[in-house]
């Protein structure tokens, strides 16, 4: 019996897996059961056995998603507010180093509107988590004077996190951008000499 469990649940993160590379490569909307079935080299049937709708997979994918960036944010929550930043920073680079992905805020964002509401809402609270470190960060360096910057910590971790989104998708057309767009954000927290 402990074999037969283990075996649905590899199957069900192969299943999140290959989703997730289709989601980030292609977008949510642009793939289809049949996409992975054929990776997996199983019908749709098994798919629809550990997620009955599209829906279902989608959110499963999202919570994922927040799961893993609550853990790295709790990994790093003890650090000084500039070693965040440079976690903060790791994240873009790690989707930027594969050119054939979107990071998953942005295609969760651009997408927002056509997601099913289940994932809306899985989608909002991803990107609120995010938009939440982000501010953390800000305020962390204004309490350990290490960060000075005009506004609040809530506009300035909004606008990191807008800043950074936005430089992924420009870095896909131009790869320099991006360390243009982290030294911009330094500077922008009084951290550039």
């Given at each position: 019996m402990?074999a037969?469990?283990?075996?649905r ?6 299943i999140?897996?290959i ?7 292609r977008?949510?909307n ?6 992975i ?5 199983v019908?749709n049937a ?18 994922r998603?927040t799961?893993?960036?609550?853990r ?24 930027f180093?594969?050119?054939?992905q ?6 969760l964002?651009v ?12 989608a ?5 988590v995010m938009?939440?470190w982000?501010e953390r960060i800000a305020t ?6 290490s960060?000075?910057f ?19 998708q ?6 320099a951008?991006?360390?243009?767009i ?9 951290l550039?000499?």
């Amino acid at each position: 019996m402990k074999a037969e469990t283990e075996a649905r649940t590899d199957t069900r993160k192969r299943i999140l897996d290959i989703a997730e590379e289709l989601l980030l490569t292609r977008g949510f909307n642009a793939f289809s059961y049949q996409h992975i079935s054929r990776e997996l080299g199983v019908r749709n049937a098994a798919i629809h056995y550990h997620f009955p709708h599209k829906t279902d997979l989608g959110t499963a994918l999202v919570e994922r998603y927040t799961r893993r960036l609550e853990r790295f944010i709790e990994q790093h929550g003890e650090a000084s507010a500039t070693a965040q930043l440079e976690r903060f920073f790791e994240l873009a680079d790690a989707y930027f180093r594969n050119d054939r992905q979107v990071c998953p805020s942005g295609i969760l964002t651009v997408e927002l509107h056509t997601l099913p509401v289940e994932m809306q809402v899985a989608a909002r609270r991803f990107i609120e988590v995010m938009r939440q470190w982000a501010e953390r960060i800000a305020t962390l360096g204004q309490v350990e004077g290490s960060m000075h910057f005009a506004g609040t910590p809530a506009a300035m971790g909004l606008t990191m996190l807008a800043t950074l989104q936005g430089g992924l998708q420009l870095a896909r057309i131009e790869a320099a951008w991006l360390n243009s767009i982290k030294q911009q954000i330094r500077c922008l927290l009084g951290l550039a000499d």
